[in-house]
């Protein structure tokens, strides 16, 4: 199973509403990706979890809150997010790298969200 | 610095004629390239990956790579266009730093007409 399921599929959320999106795999992959992708454009890597330890943020505003709370498991939390913040969110996981070795990552369908 | 550059917004081919999207790359180092695809309102498809060994990399739906060191390009391939291979193409470099990070090129779309 080379599967990544993200839900929801789509969210319409208000700037001052709480929401989260989730994604899963059970592929046994222990690094775990978010990405946000504007239209038209490739996709900019938010976060890496590896072993359900956050090991990278890249910058991203407060108001974008992840979680791994398993290795199958990453959510991310949302909160007072302005219009500009509105993208299709990818989720992807993989094998760590290590060394000279290098694994493709398996990304998720994502989640449109639109921010109202 | 590490980067990709896909050159071409867009690629227009007809049915049933060899295809290429063009990739070149800017790393210090080995290179780890990755070809991914998209469709709309999908995520990303892995393609194929080079990492070391034959510069000529196969991957799925008969598409194909050829890494080129001298040229630093990666260019996909596939003999024979579809008109379902219509999408948008992204060509990725493995950041230096660990953690799997990948660099994107800007994406080309292709365009196969029947």
């Known amino acids: 199973d080379t599967e990544v399921t993200q839900t929801p599929k789509h969210l319409v959320m208000g700037m001052t509403n709480k929401k989260s999106l989730k994604c899963e795999q059970h592929?046994?992959?222990?690094?775990m990706y978010w990405y946000k992708q504007k239209a038209k454009k490739p996709p900019e890597l938010m976060f890496v979890?590896?072993?359900?330890?956050?090991?990278i943020n890249e910058s991203v505003p407060s108001r974008f809150s992840p979680e791994c709370p398993n290795s199958s498991l990453l959510n991310l939390h949302l909160h007072a997010l302005q219009p500009e913040d509105s993208a299709l969110y990818l989720c992807?996981?993989?094998?760590?790298?290590?060394?000279?070795?290098?694994?493709?990552?398996?990304f998720g369908p994502g989640t449109r969200l639109t921010v109202t | 610095a590490q980067s990709v550059a896909q050159p071409e917004d867009q690629v227009n081919v007809a049915e049933g004629n060899p295809l290429t999207v063009k990739c070149t790359y800017s790393?210090?180092?080995?290179?780890?390239l990755f070809w991914y695809v998209q469709y709309p309102n999908r995520g990303l498809q892995f393609l194929l990956k080079?990492?070391?060994?034959?510069?000529l990399v196969k991957g799925s739906y008969g598409f194909e790579a050829e890494f080129n060191k001298s040229q630093t390009s990666f260019h996909l391939k596939k003999p024979s266009a579809l008109v379902s291979d219509s999408a948008l193409y992204f060509c990725?470099?493995?950041?230096?730093?660990?953690?799997?990070?990948?660099?994107f090129g800007a994406g080309t779309r292709l365009a196969v007409h029947p």
């Open positions: 979890y590896s072993y359900e330890k956050l090991s």
């Open positions: 990725a470099v493995r950041r230096s730093g660990g953690y799997n990070k990948l660099i």
């Open positions: 992807a996981s993989s094998q760590l790298t290590s060394g000279s070795l290098s694994y493709e990552q398996y």
């Open positions: 080079y990492i070391t060994g034959d510069n």
């Open positions: 592929m046994g992959h222990r690094a």
């Open positions: 790393v210090s180092g080995n290179p780890y």
